[in-house]
């Protein structure tokens, strides 16, 4: 049998061998903005305010050793949507060494005319693909969503910061396919001081319109649905303000639960669960510089957003698919965002691009069957241009460490609240590279316990390890970093559409300059 006529015997056939798919499954991902893997109830959360989405991990999968590809928002989301890591695809910073790097609106580049993304792919199988919510993978016109796969936007190209005053920054522009509506603060309000706004409804309902369309319809579709709320300045819309035990933080994620569960739910009325492909996560750790009021939980792991440690890296991940997806696993498969890409294309039946490298693995034997794993593969934690740290099986070897500078730290910007770990949580950028730190996540999920060099287990891991980063370095062909020059005059102006609203501003003369990465 092909490998072909294997994946789609595997896609048409249940556990119980009934052959119900008879076209490609719809496709949603839901990318939260920091959320952390300990937000959950099913994770641990105490408070238990995720309802919808603790009883989707008892329908589905969930994939307690799930990792994002950066700490990091755009460099994640770069790396889901091309299968490949931000150092291949260009998302990242050669300014300094070891920095992370995104794409706050002064930035000139963007996600590459040279790198393919999976909704352009996905049109092969005629799926009609839209994103609603942030896109944050560069502001210019031609890095905009429609211009690289996706046939439908509704959502902003970055972070909702603001207010700002017009004369010396925009505010960001809230789009609907290729045109502006509005902008953050002034057409879509979110109020600073109470925290209220009704985006994340705004996006439900963009979510829950596309879905329907397209069943209406019979087309496949691919929703990338990418709501920001808990992301800092938390907002909820006023039903759900003051309801949850966390406070603000905790109110937005239990708004965001409750879409989840609307749109699960209209899965189900449709009659179109069974045939589609539903996977929640998180685009990095939770941001705990901004906890405990506008930051969430990162459970037993250490730091958060911004680290490569556990906490900046591990996600929440649940995967759902009525009849297919048997109800109520859990899967230890080490796995990442980078895998959605190939696993995406597996489902639908298409060829992943042979003319490149990808990081993402197909894991549909995961998925389909109760109890399969893949290969002992390696997660990679890249910070920037550099190898932080590398993963195999339970063991966690660290060949960089690095938290935020000593400067920043005294003036009060701790990305590790609370966990300093001697030599491991370092305010200066230490190589380890001679004798990697090295960690059993089993025993000790929160990297406080090193194991000694003088141990022989510590000589038996490495000797396992070293070739794995070996080969990698070797083969590595770094991509065009797109995150080194920022430039006030490509900020959000004049977007299109912005003359119809009377919305256009009048930016400054083009002054292009390194941009400066902290950390």
């Not at 959360?45 to 950066?70: C, I, R, V, W």
């Not at 792919?121 to 031609?142: D, E, F, M, N």
């Not at 522009?173 to 603060?185: I, K, Q």
């Amino acid at each position: 049998m092909s490998a072909l006529t294997l994946i789609t015997a595997l896609i048409c056939c249940s556990f119980t061998g009934e052959t119900t798919h008879v076209s490609p499954p719809n496709i949603i991902i839901m990318l939260m903005d920091d959320m952390g893997w300990g937000d959950l109830g099913v994770l641990g959360q105490p408070s238990k305010e995720t309802p919808h989405l603790d009883a989707m991990a008892a329908q589905g999968m969930l994939l307690p050793n799930f990792y994002t590809a950066n700490p990091l928002c755009s460099p994640s989301r770069a790396s889901l949507l091309t299968g490949r890591l931000p150092v291949r695809n260009g998302f990242y910073t050669t300014n300094a060494h070891a920095r992370n790097a995104y794409t706050p609106q002064e930035i000139v580049g963007g996600i590459s005319k040279d790198e393919i993304l999976l909704p352009r792919l996905l049109k092969k199988k005629g799926y009609v693909s839209k994103i609603v919510g942030k896109w944050h993978l560069g502001h210019r016109p031609q890095h905009l969503p429609l211009e690289t796969g996706f046939d439908e936007w509704f959502g902003a190209p970055n972070c909702h910061f603001g207010p700002y005053n017009s004369s010396f920054r925009p505010n960001i522009p809230v789009y609907n396919n290729s045109e502006m509506l509005g902008r953050f603060y002034e057409e879509f309000e979110i109020n600073r001081k109470t925290g209220e706004s009704n985006l994340t409804q705004i996006y439900l309902q963009e979510s829950l319109d596309f879905i329907l369309r397209q069943a209406e319809a019979g087309r496949p579709f691919f929703l990338y649905w990418t709501p920001d709320a808990t992301h800092a300045p938390v907002y909820a819309s006023r039903p759900f303000l003051g309801k949850s035990q966390r406070g603000r933080y905790g109110d937005a994620v239990m708004e965001l639960d409750y879409s989840v569960g609307r749109i699960l739910s209209q899965l189900q009325t449709l009659d179109i669960d069974n045939n589609t492909f539903v996977f929640f996560t998180s685009d990095n750790g939770a941001a705990l510089v901004s906890a405990p009021y506008e930051g969430g939980s990162n459970g037993p792991f250490l730091c958060g957003k911004q680290t490569t440690f556990e906490g900046g890296m591990r996600e929440p991940a649940i995967a759902w698919w009525p009849g297919t997806i048997k109800e109520g696993t859990v899967n230890f498969q080490l796995a990442n965002v980078m895998d959605l890409f190939t696993t995406s294309l597996a489902l639908a039946g298409i060829s992943p691009p042979d003319d490149r490298t990808l990081d993402g693995l197909d894991l549909t034997p995961v998925l389909l069957s109760r109890s399969h794993t893949l290969q002992n593969r390696p997660i990679f934690y890249y910070r920037g241009d550099e190898l932080m740290a590398v993963r195999l099986g339970q063991y966690k070897a660290h060949y960089w460490t690095w938290t935020n500078s000593l400067q920043e730290f005294k003036e009060g910007i701790d990305f590790c609240p609370c966990q300093d770990v001697p030599d491991v949580t370092t305010h200066d950028q230490r190589e380890h590279t001679p004798s990697p730190i090295l960690f059993h996540l089993g025993r000790d999920p929160g990297e406080k316990f090193p194991i000694r060099v003088f141990n022989p287990e510590y000589k038996e891991v490495l000797s396992r390890i070293s070739p794995v980063v070996e080969q990698h370095k070797k083969s590595l062909v770094p991509g065009i970093p797109q995150l080194n020059m920022c430039d006030l005059s490509v900020m959000n102006w004049a977007p299109a559409g912005c003359e119809k609203l009377g919305k256009c501003l009048k930016g400054p003369k083009s002054e292009p300059w390194k941009c400066d990465w902290p950390h």
